[in-house]
């Protein structure tokens, strides 16, 4: 029986997020062990799941699937899943309910058919393990890795990141995610609110990242904004480890996350990190970071105060994130991956 491994590579024809990184991340790691199936064109919403429900299936030739973005096709068996998070299962509030619908249907029906499942966290495989009710040993944990371009930067690097992204400070706090419900920015914006007057002039909130699909998420917006607030909208790929690293703080105050990718590149760009003290959060950031309850506006607020004032804290923060970051790499995720992925290839 072959051992090849085909890629489900759909998730590659949306903007660059988290499960597309990790994607690219394996699969450049991966090399020629693999081969690839993605749609010829970009498929979104019902396009998409039609394509990887049927057309999918049928290029296959008896190989082993991996599909490392939340979904695929229920036809196939033989095949290993990555879930990153199980948000429509426990939230489906904050999505298009016909989006929730079908993936409180999809992943555990795929969580229950397929050979493997790799869970990105212990949290996501908790979830996992009370919402589908299969045997623990079928859930591997097999953490995010982070890139090494992801380390502090020059001076000039950092200015000239500013300049193109039009950031009006050289000093900020940063945030970054796409604007959707679950990244908790309208209390991020309400700390800053209330704060904003207390710190110096020319320290400003930069919010940076994409307003989310609206194939999938419920309506965000803000009507106003507080003083010294600059959205960036998308950022390209290439200016995160610069902007990362010019920061005086990165705050990730998200109510959910499977993961938590950005606080794990923060630290690495050697950037003092406040996050959530909820889900996923705990378990990448560790005790190099300062964390706090994401519902709790006030103590958001003081938490920022507090790093925009205390340089020693600021500089303990930063050593202990940057030896924090070192014990991620995406060689050791793609490894562990591969090994998984032979194992389920293997079963007869």
């Not at 590659?12 to 010829?40: H, I, M, N």
């Not at 900020?172 to 959707?180: A, I, K, N, R």
Request: charged share 25%; hydrophobic share 45%.
């Amino acid at each position: 029986m072959s051992t090849l491994v085909v890629v489900n590579a759909r998730i590659l024809s949306s903007v660059l997020t988290g499960v597309q990184r990790y994607t690219l991340e394996l699969l450049s790691r991966f090399d020629d062990r693999v081969r690839t199936f993605a749609p010829k064109a970009r498929l979104d919403g019902v396009r998409g799941h039609l394509w990887e429900q049927i057309v999918l299936p049928r290029r296959l030739k008896g190989e082993l699937l991996f599909s490392p973005g939340n979904t695929g096709p229920l036809a196939v068996r033989r095949q290993v899943i990555t879930v990153h998070d199980v948000v429509p299962l426990d939230h489906p509030e904050w999505l298009n309910p016909q989006f929730a619908a079908w993936y409180r249907f999809l992943v555990p029906s795929l969580v229950r058919r397929v050979r493997r499942v790799i869970a990105i966290s212990e949290f996501t495989r908790k979830r996992l393990l009370e919402r589908t009710g299969v045997e623990p040993e079928k859930i591997v944990v097999i953490p995010n890795g982070v890139d090494a371009r992801f380390h502090p930067r020059s001076e000039e690097d950092v200015r000239r990141v500013r300049d193109a992204l039009g950031i009006p400070t050289a000093h900020y706090v940063l945030s970054l995610g796409s604007l959707e419900p679950r990244k908790n920015l309208h209390r991020l914006l309400q700390a800053w609110g209330l704060i904003q007057a207390e710190v110096p002039e020319d320290v400003w909130l930069i919010v940076a990242g994409a307003k989310g699909k609206p194939l999938v998420f419920r309506d965000v917006s803000f009507d106003r904004l507080p003083p010294r607030v600059y959205l960036t909208g998308h950022v390209p790929d290439e200016h995160l480890p610069a902007l990362y690293s010019g920061a005086l703080a990165f705050v990730y105050v998200s109510v959910y996350e499977g993961f938590g990718l950005p606080p794990l590149e923060a630290m690495a760009s050697g950037t003092p990190t406040l996050t959530s003290n909820q889900t996923a959060l705990p378990e990448v950031v560790g005790d190099a970071g300062l964390m706090v309850d994401p519902y709790e506006v006030e103590a958001i607020a003081w938490e920022i105060k507090r790093l925009v004032e205390d340089s020693v804290l600021r500089a303990g923060l930063r050593k202990k994130g940057l030896e924090r970051a070192k014990q991620f790499s995406w060689d050791k995720t793609a490894e562990l991956t591969w090994k998984v992925l032979q194992e389920a290839a293997q079963e007869g």
